[in-house]
């Protein structure tokens, strides 16, 4: 910025603050922030102002670092990116309105095309840094879910269930092959059941997924039953004419360990008191 704007900006600090704290309730009303104390709204726009009339005398460098801290704070309490790229709009105004007042026409469009440039470049900031910070949370999330979607739970010795909820798509298809693999070898499973309850649909696609989840785990040891099928689900598989021959099927979970338990040559005994 060039210094006969930046001094500018400097005389009319306090007022162009004063004028941005009043018009920016407009602000929180229009972005539903009324359940947020006037303590903390008062304080965190008084923050925002401060670090952006802070960058006049600082640099846009210290501005950004700074911008980074206060808009990493806003992201973790949830605050709308809509807030500060409002609040940014309503800065410009003010900013543009104060400095104008005293000019009479001399410098105008130096005035404007530098706080124009300025005002750019800090919501680019902030855009970029939201960005980030949400493509990041939601990487996080991501890979938490699928993570959480395919597990391999041992329920006996030597016997594993992998329930699946939701649909089944080639990269989740990926996913289950792995952790199936590497659970049977961590758990040191003979029987793993694969549990559909949850799929909603099985077309060619997933069975085929499903079938060379089981052909994997034949070729680590292991026996594959395939337990949950509905009579939907069976219809389907006919009418598809899928074939599942190759591996056990069994059509709830129950029956499933029931016949793992047999598998593996294990029973459950009642003990009479």
């Given at each position: 910025?060039k ?18 704290l009043?018009k ?17 709204y008062?304080?965190?726009?008084k923050?925002?102002?401060?670090i ?6 600082q ?17 973790q309490?949830?605050?709308p ?13 003010v900013i ?6 005293d000019?009479?026409g ?6 404007y095309?530098e ?21 990041n949370?939601?990487f996080?999330?991501k ?7 395919a597990?391999l739970?041992p329920?006996?010795?030597h ?13 989740r298809?990926?996913l289950i092959?792995?952790n ?17 309850t ?6 060619t696609?997933v069975?085929n ?10 070729l ?11 009579p ?5 598989i006919?009418n ?6 190759k591996?056990p099927t ?16 294990k029973?459950i ?5």
């Amino acid at each position: 910025m060039k210094p006969s704007v930046a001094k500018l900006i400097e005389t009319k600090r306090e007022i162009i603050s004063e004028d941005w704290l009043k018009k920016v309730e407009e602000v929180r009303r229009e972005h539903h922030l009324e359940n947020i104390s006037d303590h903390v709204y008062t304080n965190t726009n008084k923050e925002f102002v401060e670090i952006i009339l802070n960058a006049v005398g600082q640099g846009q460098e210290s501005c950004d670092e700074q911008l980074s801290g206060f808009t990493e704070r806003l992201i973790q309490l949830g605050w709308p990116l809509s807030y500060l790229t409002r609040g940014l709009q309503t800065f410009r105004k003010v900013i543009l309105d104060t400095l104008f007042e005293d000019q009479e026409g001399k410098g105008d469009f130096e005035i404007y095309y530098e706080v124009e440039s300025w005002v750019d470049e800090i919501v680019n900031t902030l855009v970029n840094e939201y960005s980030g910070s949400w493509e990041n949370t939601v990487f996080l999330q991501k890979m938490a879910l699928k993570e959480l979607s395919a597990p391999l739970i041992p329920v006996f010795e030597h016997i594993s269930v992998m329930p699946l909820i939701g649909t089944i798509d080639t990269e989740r298809a990926k996913l289950i092959m792995e952790n199936l693999l590497n659970g049977v070898i961590e758990h040191r499973s003979q029987v793993v059941l694969i549990d559909i309850t949850g799929v909603p649909v099985v077309d060619t696609m997933v069975a085929n997924h499903i079938i060379q989840a089981s052909e994997a785990v034949r070729l680590v040891g292991a026996d594959c039953i395939l337990v949950g099928i509905r009579p939907e689900i069976a219809q389907t598989i006919v009418n598809l004419g899928i074939d599942l021959s190759k591996f056990p099927t069994k059509s709830t979970l129950k029956k499933g360990i029931a016949s793992a338990l047999e598998m593996t040559q294990k029973k459950i005994v009642k003990i009479e008191n």
